[in-house]
């Protein structure tokens, strides 16, 4: 059982269009981590969410942490074939991090 | 941000062989863990490398099976011995810095298992 569910699991879109990706869980978290990761690579980490409610622009993309800190989304506005990858949300307690299932993101041009 | 090399980047091994695998961060770290990640899923923390004493596995996960060593706050290694094809996975390397939340990971190690 997943600490943190995402959804969707696959989401395929056009170039241009919008797209939301949700990170769900049960547990208060003390961070979470989105991570974009592509085939034949690591995770790369795209921003760390700390404070409840808080909100962070990275040019496209815009992250919200949940008031209660157990939930995040990510928001891609006119997405581009460039974002197409596996995004993975991460939750921190301790030193541990808990990872999501995934949404593959496949943006057509 | 830490920069983490893998070495090898992959390999192909015989069944009942072992691998060691290589970790190396451009910055000293207080904390650094080995995670896995099967095709198709998401990563699942193997176990957290502790500098100068015995790492910390995760259930599901034993020491004879994946030892790990890490001698200073740079390196680590994790070894898969007496491997399996259920073996075949990517081996990514993580570190993180004590009282920061980020955590960065290695491009992954994928290892084949015939």
């Known amino acids: ?109 | 941000s830490a920069v983490i090399s893998q070495k090898p980047s992959r390999d192909i091994c015989q069944r009942g062989t072992s691998l060691t695998i290589q970790c190396q961060v451009d910055s000293q770290v207080t904390m650094m863990f080995w995670y896995r990640q099967q095709p198709g899923q998401s990563l699942t923390l193997i176990a957290t490398a502790n500098q100068g004493s015995e790492a910390t596995y995760e259930s599901g996960f034993v020491i004879d099976k994946f030892p790990i060593s890490r001698p200073n706050l740079t390196f680590s290694t994790l070894t898969v011995s007496n491997m399996s094809p259920e073996d075949s996975s990517i081996y990514l390397c993580s570190a993180r810095e004590s009282g920061r939340e980020t955590q960065y990971f290695g491009p992954g190690t994928r290892l084949l298992v015939l």
């Open chain 1, 1 to 109: 059982t997943q600490l943190l569910e995402q959804s969707p699991q696959f989401l395929s879109i056009q170039e241009g269009e919008n797209l939301t990706v949700y990170c769900n869980s049960s547990s208060v978290f003390s961070s979470l981590q989105w991570y974009r990761q592509e085939p034949g690579e690591g995770p790369v980490l795209l921003v760390t969410v700390v404070t409840g409610g808080e909100v962070k622009k990275l040019k496209r993309l815009t992250f919200q942490f949940g008031d209660a800190r157990k939930d995040s989304s990510l928001h891609i506005t006119a997405a581009q074939p460039g974002d197409t990858g596996l995004y993975l949300c991460a939750g921190a307690n301790d030193y541990k991090l808990s990872f999501g299932a995934g949404t593959t993101v496949t943006v057509r041009a």
